[in-house]
């Protein structure tokens, strides 16, 4: 009972390197989001996608790319790591789409940029 | 353009006291409304919605939370809490056109 999979967990990183964050759902959901948490500032959408080989951008999309090859992958990369981009990420997918539909939410990846 | 404002940062409250979460949102156009609970170093997850029919939604968990048009609110209850309730909560807020908006979080506290 998986559900969404976020890996990895905790990521320290120097300013200017890059990374990649995945996203794994086993309930064959077509649409996938990366949201950000930042203290008082709730979840603000980074990017989502709503099927296999589509991305779209949302609130906060500059910094990061995505990618959707497989429908129950959705990764998150980040080409040149800033300290502003410290922040806990997380993934969720849905059923439905997000205005009216349930998400579902990875537990997150907690990200540090030195 | 939509917004939600959770008037409240932190709530600290005694077990078994009865508690209300405040939000409050503005759309011009009709909206579904959500809050969303966040325990300890999980990720969010969904503690009940109002998409139409009755304006009172209630949880499995023994909260509620009343849809007001008029004041545009939704704010959540709880008669009695536990220990166990002590989490972040968020409210959200979507209208038809696929546009989910987040509050900026509740921290509920509750000490024995």
């Known amino acids: 009972n998986a559900g969404v999979t976020q890996t990895p967990k905790f990521r320290v990183l120097k300013t200017g390197q890059s990374m990649t964050l995945l996203c794994a759902q086993d309930?064959?959901?077509?649409?996938m989001y990366w949201y950000r948490q930042d203290p008082g500032m709730g979840l603000r959408l980074i990017h989502y996608?709503?099927?296999?080989?589509?991305?779209a951008k949302g609130e906060v999309p500059d910094g990061y790319n995505v990618s959707r090859l497989k429908k129950q992958n959705f990764l998150l990369g980040l080409e040149s790591a800033a300290p502003s981009q410290t922040s806990v990420y997380f993934c969720?997918?849905?059923?439905?789409?997000?205005?009216?539909?349930?998400?579902?939410f990875g537990e997150g990846s907690r990200l540090t940029v030195l | 353009a939509q917004s939600v404002t959770q008037l409240d940062s932190q709530v600290p409250v005694f077990e078994e006291a009865p508690v209300e979460l405040r939000c409050n949102y503005s759309s011009s156009v009709s909206v579904y409304l959500f809050w969303y609970v966040q325990y300890p170093n999980q990720g969010l997850q969904l503690l009940l919605k109002?998409?139409?029919?009755?304006?009172l939604v209630e949880s499995i968990n023994g909260f509620e939370a009343e849809f007001n048009k008029s004041q545009t609110s939704f704010h959540l209850r709880k008669p009695s809490v536990h220990i166990s309730d002590t989490a972040e909560y968020f409210c959200a807020v979507s209208n038809q056109g696929g546009k989910l908006i987040f509050g900026q979080g509740t921290e509920l506290s509750v000490k024995p």
């Open positions: 309930m064959n959901h077509e649409y």
């Open positions: 109002y998409l139409s029919g009755s304006t």
């Open positions: 969720a997918s849905s059923f439905l789409a997000r205005s009216t539909g349930e998400l579902f």
């Open positions: 996608s709503v099927g296999e080989g589509t991305t």
